[in-house]
């Protein structure tokens, strides 16, 4: 199945971030979760795959951390240096309660970015637009 090129609807977040002659083919909204029945902004953090990289704005997991918290990053990771992705899923005290939630660990040859997503179907669904972007 091909992909379509995403031209109209991206925030200028991810505008902005373009190279020339680069295309978006995969964009998504990504809502990071609080404490205590709180959710994050669903339309502050996201992440998008385009013809060459994969950019995102979104809380990671931190590197120097022991208490597994999060920070808030934007970045890009080049095609040619992802060795893979991998979706998980995985329980954690957050606030009041134990809750589930997925990640996406992309390894690269600076180390792993842990991404957390809404649901391992999303996480999937990006593991499969990489791959097929990566084959062409």
């Known amino acids: 199945m091909k992909i ?3 031209s109209e609807g991206l925030p200028s977040d ?16 990504i809502a990071s979760k609080g ?11 996201w992440l ?6 994969l950019i995102y704005k979104t809380k990671i997991l931190s ?6 918290s999060y920070v808030e990053r934007d970045g890009d990771l080049p095609f040619k ?5 991998e979706v998980s899923e995985t329980k954690k005290s957050s606030g009041c309660s134990s809750e589930s939630f997925s990640q996406l660990r992309i390894s690269s040859s600076g180390g792993t970015v842990i991404i957390p ?3 391992k179907e999303k996480g999937h669904q990006i593991r499969k637009v990489y791959s097929q972007l990566n084959e062409e």
């Open 117 to 119: 997503i809404p649901t």
């Open 48 to 53: 998008a795959l385009t013809d060459r990289r």
């Open 35 to 45: 404490g205590c029945g709180a959710s994050g902004e669903k339309n502050k953090y």
């Open 63 to 68: 590197e120097s951390s022991k208490s597994n």
């Open 81 to 85: 240096k992802i060795s893979f992705i």
């Open 14 to 29: 991810v505008k902005n971030q373009l190279m020339p002659n680069e295309n978006v083919y995969y964009f998504s909204f």
């Open 4 to 6: 379509k090129e995403i």
